[in-house]
């Protein structure tokens, strides 16, 4: 099959951006629903300087604030029924990756009868009177249109057309794809990323970066998306200790969104690898930020790739100034992060399912060399000493 490249038409970047969104949204309707986090945007004041910006636009406001870390489906169906009451014609995300994986989720779905967990690709595991089809159900109405904001520099969840959703009733953490899900309008601003506290953004750098690294090796990668990646790890491996010693930091700042946004582009056309195809059920398990067990599993990846994308390792040592692995562990030595997940509740009874369901990763089968559950196995027992 040939390469297809898409992405969202409309990518507005630069500092201060943020202080534009009313009008942009409201040349979508003049009924919003804004899909935030639980408390830190509120807490930045960043929440009501958006709402008043788009009241002064004639744009009425609904606020969904509810959105958690490793959000459930719940939480979109809560979501999509507020949706649905406040009439809405416009889904605005601004947030972090789960937020933004939320919003896509309620405009994606904001016309279609069924509850989330039909559309969840890990429905599959339920009891067999509730199974669907493997992948779970497909949207058959067109959504509402959708604006991301992202306000880390991690998932470049703002331009990629799937949403990572968890099922605790399931323990499974899988994305729901869709090209309906894919915003029409990305509003990236690196001002709105100086509040997180560094580590998140050691978590999210790490996340971009990883992404970036996976992107590049991917075996679906082609020359448009490996320049996205390659510039991604560049921007991110010169800026991310940068980032993370000095939030304040414009540049640096300015660096981590442009690396966050072309990783983003590139995964969302290339795949990424076994990182995160074992990252998901291990966060759905640990309760660990993503980016960080990302981080932690890079170099296994690493040394287990090596062999199958030789050449695209040494030019990726050529960007980072030392071996992918070692430039990795460095970071998570100078964050503060071990690598041993035993200590986070990592046992070998997890062994089994993590593995079946790391192997039915999409991510996994993109990785460059072919995984074996002996593969998976030897990772996870590195992890755990």
């Known amino acids: 099959m040939s390469p297809v490249f898409s992405t969202v038409p409309r990518i507005h970047f630069g500092w201060g951006l943020a202080a534009e969104l009313a009008p942009i949204v409201a040349e979508w309707g003049g009924r919003a629903l804004l899909v935030t986090g639980r408390q830190a945007l509120r807490q930045a004041g960043i929440t009501e300087r958006l709402v008043a910006g788009l009241r002064a636009a004639e744009v009425e406001v609904a606020l969904f604030e509810e959105v958690e870390p490793e959000p459930d489906v719940t939480t979109c169906d809560r979501g999509r029924q507020l949706c649905r009451e406040e009439a809405v014609e416009v889904v605005v995300g601004v947030g972090g990756g789960s937020v933004l994986d939320v919003a896509k989720v309620i405009a994606g779905l904001a016309k279609e009868p069924w509850p989330t967990r039909e559309y969840h690709s890990g429905l599959r595991q339920v ?3 509730l199974r669907a089809p493997k992948g779970g159900r497909a949207p058959t109405e067109a959504g509402l249109p959708l604006i991301t904001v992202p306000t880390t520099s991690g998932t470049g969840a ?8 968890t099922d605790r009733e399931t323990r499974t953490k899988k994305s729901i794809r869709h090209d309906s899900f894919l915003a029409r309008v990305a509003v990236v601003d690196p001002e709105l990323t100086v509040p997180l506290p560094p580590s998140v953004t050691a978590h999210s750098g790490l996340d971009a970066f990883v992404q970036a690294v996976e992107s590049y090796t991917s075996k679906y990668a082609w020359p448009l998306t490996e320049g996205l990646s390659l510039r991604s790890a560049e921007l991110i491996a010169t800026c991310l200790r940068q980032a993370y010693h000095g939030g304040r930091d414009r540049e640096a700042r300015t660096a981590m969104s442009a690396g966050s946004l072309l990783a983003g582009i590139a995964l969302a056309n290339a795949r990424l690898g076994i990182v995160h195809g074992l990252a998901h059920p291990l966060g759905v398990r640990l309760g660990l930020p993503h980016g960080l067990l990302c981080g932690v599993l890079l170099p296994f990846a690493t040394e ?17 100034g030392m071996d992918v692995a070692e430039f990795t562990r460095s970071l998570l030595r100078e964050f503060g992060i071990p690598m041993d997940l035993r200590s986070a509740g990592l046992h070998r009874s997890d062994f089994a399912d993590i593995v079946a369901e790391a192997m039915d990763s999409g991510s996994t089968k993109a990785n460059p060399k072919q995984v074996s559950e002996a593969d998976i196995i030897h990772i996870l027992e590195a992890l755990t000493g």
């Open 158 to 165: 703002e331009v990629t057309p799937n949403a990572v959703i």
């Open 304 to 320: 287990l790739n090596r062999n199958a994308a030789r050449t695209k390792y040494e030019v990726l040592a050529q960007v980072t």
């Open 127 to 129: 009891q067999p009177a």
